[in-house]
């Protein structure tokens, strides 16, 4: 079904919609290719870090099969901040691990622990399949607002041996589907306690299934109960059934309310949703108020099209005398997307100023402001990084504009040409830079202004090194600068902006130096790793240099050394090189641009990823022509500005899905 959001507004609509999405960021060794590094082990399972056979390449390992618990704490138990990550607190986010099962029957799963508090709690998804092939699992997590930062806990497959690879966060923003209307609703539970089976296990433990009209959320629930009062180790299940659900195409949303009345020492609840192993909820649910616990699987998950729904709460009770507890459970819903239905977007349209400069440097940041009165300035909207945006929207229709263009801090740096924005048609891939030795067949090494979604760093252009296999001999490549003068024996910072969007096998990537005494000779040179953890988002590397003492000249450069495996394939971006003293050579200096302002609009609305939209106007109300080409939706917002001419238009935004 298509749907059209439309909104009444004066003026006229000239541009295309523009939405961004951002690439997936590995948390630090997310892909376990730096083996246990970053990683904080805790518990008594025990913890391994292959090399290869990963998804691809080294992976980790918790074993759980003794009957014991273990985690990994990222980061080396140090928060990460969000903005490192690009995430923003009061967002919901996909957070993702690649697993498979090595032996045992039940897949790890992933706590997120907030800065400066809060907790997702343990989340465990059913396994994919029979759980033995590498899938992906993926976790929508909200951070609260206030949240500063995450630290990422992988959990351990229960009785379990398990692979953990790749696990990281996709920085656009979450946009849930739109859900059907319950296809399963079990509110306000009635006395006969209909979809409920009889408990299974618990000999001896008093299991009892009951009626509540007073513990509901609100009115009645259904109360759980177990007792141990021998001491010996034990379980009981309850299980709630409904049958002939159609799930349509999943995800599956399910959630219910639980309050913990009475939990013993010894006692732990778990719950299966279809007999797959969620994790335990106890540490989720408090004594003092309901809690609303939600899981979404896809379909494969434990649900086929059309399936039986099972949700289990097992009391597993320690050898303690005693053990056990209640459990009130409310409102239990089960949902589906609906095939083919989005949600009608939101159409918002504000009438303002449209405020426009003439580009000026890349590498200057600009800060547009406003004035009521020529005199007194303030900032319009955030600080512009570079010269990509020549014009902003002003709601407030402030009598002055004006833009001001910082150029950067200049300082020291002996490498010539160092973001490859200049370029010579040669077999070397940029001015000032050289290949020393021709690269095995699948290698190569490129300056461009884009690989895959990814762009520069600075500037327009970045160099692009790129191996793949199959087989020997190595596809390996090497690029190196030119001599450049240095003073022997001074300390130097090395410096660059590093990324790998592509990881596949083995390779172990390496910054070279070498250095050349007066008359041109070599005296010295070393090849370092270090960086070949960084994952596709732009890092800065860093590394100290000291030259030799009677060195003039050195080069810088970067080998690709990757394996001679079949279906090898790394790509490595390196951009905005510096060696540098830290000397201040010239401060950055601000100018005043003039910016004209003219009457607008804007329309804005949610893009939600997989849909299509296209933006409409009409003069009657009757025909409607486009305005831009069709715009994927990609989880943000889009926001459409052009000047009102003529004075009557009407706008709206359809949804083309096919």
């Given at each position: 079904m298509k749907s059209v959001i439309q909104n009444l507004a004066f003026g006229a609509l000239l541009g295309a919609a523009e939405?961004?999405?951002?690439?997936?960021v590995l948390f630090p060794n997310g892909d376990f290719e730096s083996g246990d590094a970053f990683w904080q082990e805790v518990g008594p399972a025990t913890f391994d870090y292959p090399a290869s056979g990963g998804n691809s390449g080294g992976f980790g390992v918790i074993d759980a099969t003794a009957a014991v618990w273990g985690i990994w704490v990222g980061n080396a138990d140090a928060a990460i901040p969000l903005d490192e990550l690009g995430l923003t607190a009061g967002q919901t986010y996909v957070f993702f691990q690649d697993m498979k099962i090595l032996s045992g029957g039940n897949v790890g799963g992933l706590k997120l622990d907030f800065v400066p508090s809060g907790s997702s709690g343990d989340i465990n998804l059913p396994r994919i399949g029979d759980g033995t092939a590498w899938a992906r699992y993926s976790y929508p997590i909200a951070i609260p607002a206030g949240a500063t930062g995450i630290k990422v806990v992988p959990l351990w497959g229960r009785d379990s041996r398990v692979a953990y690879d790749n696990l990281g966060v996709e920085t656009t923003p979450f946009v849930p589907p739109v859900l059907s209307p319950d296809l399963v609703h079990e509110d306000g539970f009635s006395a006969d306690a209909a979809h409920w089976r009889a408990?299974?296990?618990?000999?001896?433990?008093?299991?009892?299934?009951?009626?509540?009209?007073?513990?509901?959320?609100?009115a009645g629930s259904t109360v759980l109960a177990a007792a141990n009062p021998a001491g010996a180790p034990a379980?009981?299940?309850?299980?709630?059934?409904?049958?002939d659900i159609d799930f349509g195409e999943g995800p599956v949303e399910i959630s219910f309310d639980g309050k913990l009345l009475d939990l013993r020492p010894g006692t732990a609840i778990h719950v299966r949703y279809n007999g797959n192993f969620v994790g335990a909820i106890m540490n989720e649910m408090n004594a003092d108020a309901y809690t609303t616990v939600r899981r979404s699987f896809a379909l494969g998950q434990g649900f086929a099209a059309t399936s039986t729904f099972t949700l289990s709460f097992e009391f597993a009770l320690g050898a303690v005398v005693n053990s056990g507890g209640s459990l009130a459970i409310d409102n239990i819903r089960v949902k589906s997307k609906l095939a083919g239905e989005t949600a009608p977007p939101d159409l918002a349209i504000r009438s303002g100023t449209l405020v426009r400069w003439a580009a000026g440097a890349s590498s200057s940041s600009y800060q547009p402001q406003e004035s009521a009165d020529n005199s007194v300035w303030v900032n319009l909207g955030a600080v512009l990084p570079n010269n990509a945006v020549t014009s902003v929207f002003d709601s407030s229709r402030a009598g002055f504009y004006r833009v001001q263009e910082t150029s950067p801090d200049v300082f020291d740096n002996a490498v010539p040409n160092p973001g490859f924005e200049t370029s010579e048609v040669s077999a070397d891939p940029a001015d000032d830079w050289q290949v020393p030795v021709q690269p095995n067949p699948g290698a190569s090494m490129t300056v461009g202004e884009s690989y895959a979604a990814i762009g520069p760093h600075g500037g327009f252009k970045m160099l692009i090194l790129e191996s793949t296999g199959p087989g020997a001999p190595a596809p390996n490549v090497e690029v190196r600068s030119h001599p450049f003068p240095v003073t022997g024996g001074e300390e130097y910072t090395?410096?660059?902006?590093?990324?790998?969007?592509?990881?596949?096998?083995?390779?172990?990537p390496q910054y070279s130096v070498f250095y050349f005494n007066e008359s041109g000779g070599l005296i010295g040179n070393s090849f370092a790793p270090g960086f070949g953890a960084i994952g596709s988002a732009w890092t800065r590397f860093s590394a100290p240099v000291t030259p030799p003492a009677d060195a003039v000249a050195m080069t810088v450069g970067w080998i690709?050394?990757?394996?001679?495996?079949?279906?090898?394939?790394?790509?490595?971006?390196?951009?905005?090189?510096?060696?540098?003293?830290?000397?201040?050579?010239?401060?950055?200096?601000?100018?005043?641009?003039?910016?004209?302002?003219?009457?607008a609009v804007e329309l804005s609305w949610p893009g939600v990823v997989g849909r299509t939209y296209q933006a409409e106007a009409s003069g009657s109300l009757v025909d409607w022509s486009d305005f831009g080409g069709p715009a994927a939706g990609r989880g943000s917002a889009f926001s459409l500005t052009d000047p009102v001419t003529p004075a009557n238009r009407f706008y709206r935004v359809r949804d083309i899905t096919p």
């Amino acid at each position: 079904m298509k749907s059209v959001i439309q909104n009444l507004a004066f003026g006229a609509l000239l541009g295309a919609a523009e939405s961004v999405t951002a690439a997936p960021v590995l948390f630090p060794n997310g892909d376990f290719e730096s083996g246990d590094a970053f990683w904080q082990e805790v518990g008594p399972a025990t913890f391994d870090y292959p090399a290869s056979g990963g998804n691809s390449g080294g992976f980790g390992v918790i074993d759980a099969t003794a009957a014991v618990w273990g985690i990994w704490v990222g980061n080396a138990d140090a928060a990460i901040p969000l903005d490192e990550l690009g995430l923003t607190a009061g967002q919901t986010y996909v957070f993702f691990q690649d697993m498979k099962i090595l032996s045992g029957g039940n897949v790890g799963g992933l706590k997120l622990d907030f800065v400066p508090s809060g907790s997702s709690g343990d989340i465990n998804l059913p396994r994919i399949g029979d759980g033995t092939a590498w899938a992906r699992y993926s976790y929508p997590i909200a951070i609260p607002a206030g949240a500063t930062g995450i630290k990422v806990v992988p959990l351990w497959g229960r009785d379990s041996r398990v692979a953990y690879d790749n696990l990281g966060v996709e920085t656009t923003p979450f946009v849930p589907p739109v859900l059907s209307p319950d296809l399963v609703h079990e509110d306000g539970f009635s006395a006969d306690a209909a979809h409920w089976r009889a408990p299974a296990g618990g000999a001896g433990l008093s299991p009892s299934v009951q009626w509540s009209a007073s513990e509901g959320n609100p009115a009645g629930s259904t109360v759980l109960a177990a007792a141990n009062p021998a001491g010996a180790p034990a379980a009981v299940t309850f299980t709630y059934i409904a049958e002939d659900i159609d799930f349509g195409e999943g995800p599956v949303e399910i959630s219910f309310d639980g309050k913990l009345l009475d939990l013993r020492p010894g006692t732990a609840i778990h719950v299966r949703y279809n007999g797959n192993f969620v994790g335990a909820i106890m540490n989720e649910m408090n004594a003092d108020a309901y809690t609303t616990v939600r899981r979404s699987f896809a379909l494969g998950q434990g649900f086929a099209a059309t399936s039986t729904f099972t949700l289990s709460f097992e009391f597993a009770l320690g050898a303690v005398v005693n053990s056990g507890g209640s459990l009130a459970i409310d409102n239990i819903r089960v949902k589906s997307k609906l095939a083919g239905e989005t949600a009608p977007p939101d159409l918002a349209i504000r009438s303002g100023t449209l405020v426009r400069w003439a580009a000026g440097a890349s590498s200057s940041s600009y800060q547009p402001q406003e004035s009521a009165d020529n005199s007194v300035w303030v900032n319009l909207g955030a600080v512009l990084p570079n010269n990509a945006v020549t014009s902003v929207f002003d709601s407030s229709r402030a009598g002055f504009y004006r833009v001001q263009e910082t150029s950067p801090d200049v300082f020291d740096n002996a490498v010539p040409n160092p973001g490859f924005e200049t370029s010579e048609v040669s077999a070397d891939p940029a001015d000032d830079w050289q290949v020393p030795v021709q690269p095995n067949p699948g290698a190569s090494m490129t300056v461009g202004e884009s690989y895959a979604a990814i762009g520069p760093h600075g500037g327009f252009k970045m160099l692009i090194l790129e191996s793949t296999g199959p087989g020997a001999p190595a596809p390996n490549v090497e690029v190196r600068s030119h001599p450049f003068p240095v003073t022997g024996g001074e300390e130097y910072t090395l410096s660059f902006w590093v990324a790998h969007p592509v990881k596949i096998g083995g390779a172990n990537p390496q910054y070279s130096v070498f250095y050349f005494n007066e008359s041109g000779g070599l005296i010295g040179n070393s090849f370092a790793p270090g960086f070949g953890a960084i994952g596709s988002a732009w890092t800065r590397f860093s590394a100290p240099v000291t030259p030799p003492a009677d060195a003039v000249a050195m080069t810088v450069g970067w080998i690709q050394a990757a394996s001679a495996e079949a279906n090898v394939h790394w790509v490595t971006l390196i951009d905005d090189v510096s060696l540098s003293q830290g000397l201040l050579i010239e401060a950055g200096a601000t100018t005043t641009l003039a910016a004209t302002a003219a009457a607008a609009v804007e329309l804005s609305w949610p893009g939600v990823v997989g849909r299509t939209y296209q933006a409409e106007a009409s003069g009657s109300l009757v025909d409607w022509s486009d305005f831009g080409g069709p715009a994927a939706g990609r989880g943000s917002a889009f926001s459409l500005t052009d000047p009102v001419t003529p004075a009557n238009r009407f706008y709206r935004v359809r949804d083309i899905t096919p």
